[in-house]
């Protein structure tokens, strides 16, 4: 996978394809292994290795996932990989037609949803997570007053921060270093609103 390479979703069908709530759980799980077969992933989902395997293709189809590379992995089994670091989506890309940015409102709502049951998930499961893991999670709320040129600087400089923590995180991984090493959601989100 290439440092940082963007997937930006612009048409229509991709963004219904990556809108499935199992989708999304597929393609979080796979990104988080790096290549992995639809049996590793039915297991880190729950479910079975032919609705998984139904829902890798469909993510195949959309260039969102490619097979591995030939000899990456038992050949009985297909592994797949992630085409990029980042699969984003912008609101300017969906204005342009009603039912195109309804559509886009709709996933990213799907989107929200699960990364509010990760969170919980994380509350209802803490006191089995080490004392040096809970001290080290955060939520936090930031209420700014910027313009917004501001927070698009603001969005492409945390990017950037992000950036340099995956490439570390990844470089870790690949040097053997997994030890203490855990899986790490950051949702972040930047919005206006009013009081």
Do not use: C
Not at 135 to 153: K, N, P, W, Y
């Amino acid at each position: 996978m290439a440092a940082d390479k963007d997937h930006r979703v612009k048409d229509i069908d991709t963004l219904k394809a990556l809108g499935h709530p199992l989708r999304i759980k597929l393609y979080r799980a796979l990104y988080m292994a790096g290549t992995a077969t639809a049996s590793q992933l039915a297991d880190k989902v729950g479910e079975a290795v032919s609705l998984v395997s139904y829902h890798l293709r469909k993510l195949s189809a959309h260039g969102i996932i490619v097979e591995a590379e030939p000899g990456s992995g038992d050949a009985r089994e297909r592994w797949w990989r992630p085409v990029s670091t980042v699969v984003s989506t912008r609101d300017e890309d969906w204005r342009d037609a009603p039912e195109r940015a309804a559509v886009h409102t709709a996933v990213s709502r799907v989107y929200v949803r699960q990364r509010t049951e990760m969170y919980e998930e994380y509350l209802d499961t803490k006191p089995a997570w080490t004392d040096d893991w809970r001290g080290a999670a955060f939520s936090s709320e930031f209420l700014l007053s910027l313009t917004a040129e501001e927070l698009h600087d603001l969005s492409r400089e945390l990017g950037e921060l992000v950036a340099k923590w995956r490439e570390r995180g990844a470089a870790a991984r690949e040097a053997g270093a997994t030890q203490g090493r855990e899986n790490v959601a950051l949702h972040v989100n930047g919005f206006p609103f009013r009081v």
